[in-house]
T-cell receptor, first 113, second 114 residues
Framework: DAKTTQPNSMESNEEEPVHLPCNHS???????IHWYRQLPSQGPEYVIH???SNVNNRMASLAIAEDRKSSTLILHRATLRDAAVYYC??????????????FGKGTKLSVKP | DSGVTQTPKHLITATGQRVTLRCSPR?????VYWYQQSLDQGLQFLIQ???????AKGNILERFSAQQFPDLHSELNLSSLELGDSALYFC?????????????FGPGTRLTVL
């Protein structure tokens, strides 16, 4: 799986939007961009994924650059519960691909009340 | 609640001992993954099973082994334990076994080796 680069940490205020960046300059055409997060003392949980177009779900939005070399996870209104480590992961979907996730260090998001 | 269960929640044991961690995947999920999370190594993939067969191996030590049973639950066996094996062990499951399916993680088993 290709490598991703994320800031080590970010801070946000409660009820404000948060933009979490991820660089993946070596992304290939078959790589999907996945985001997972890990709340304190819990297992990771899926947040969102996309290929080329921007994606929205109930948790967040994913904005993907036109050249796909970077993406941004957007939390529209951060809550205290969103304080977690966010992982940006590239996953290839073809018949012989492995299903395991390769976690980097992620971005630790702190949310201030 | 992800639907993935892991037992036990906590395990304290001594060096040289052997332990078994158990994972029950979400109903309908055929693939089970094991991950280890330690402070210095972060989250690392150990091994994947799909419908009873080993599908992929990561950084799993020879002292560690796993299996997936016909009812799809999985066990991770850790033997000749060392202090450095102290970590959180997560199990995850997914419907399929490829690089597209969303993975659902259990709450983890915290292993402490004294």
């Amino acid at each position: 799986d290709a490598k991703t680069t994320q800031p080590n940490s970010m801070e946000s205020n409660e009820e404000e939007p948060v933009h979490l960046p991820c660089n993946h300059s070596t992304i290939s055409g078959t790589d999907y961009i996945h985001w997972y997060r890990q709340l304190p003392s819990q297992g990771p949980e899926y947040v969102i994924h996309g290929l080329t177009s921007n994606v929205n779900n109930r948790m967040a939005s994913l904005a993907i650059a036109e050249d796909r070399k970077s993406s941004t996870l957007i939390l529209h209104r951060a809550t205290l519960r969103d304080a977690a480590v966010y992982y940006c992961i590239l996953r290839t979907n073809y018949g012989g691909s492995q299903g395991n996730l390769i976690f980097g260090k992620g971005t630790k998001l702190s949310v201030k009340p | 609640d992800s639907g993935v269960t892991q037992t036990p929640k906590h395990l304290i044991t001594a060096t040289g001992q052997r332990v078994t961690l158990r994972c029950s995947p979400r109903s309908g999920d055929l693939s089970v993954y094991w991950y280890q999370q330690s402070l210095d190594q972060g989250l690392q993939f150990l091994i994947q099973y799909y419908n009873g067969e080993e599908r992929a191996k990561g950084n799993i030590l020879e002292r560690f082994s796993a299996q997936q049973f016909p009812d799809l639950h999985s066990e991770l066996n850790l033997s000749s334990l060392e202090l450095g094996d102290s970590a959180l062990y997560f199990c995850a499951s997914s419907v399929g076994g490829t690089g597209y399916n969303e993975q659902f993680f259990g709450p983890g088993t915290r292993l402490t080796v004294l």
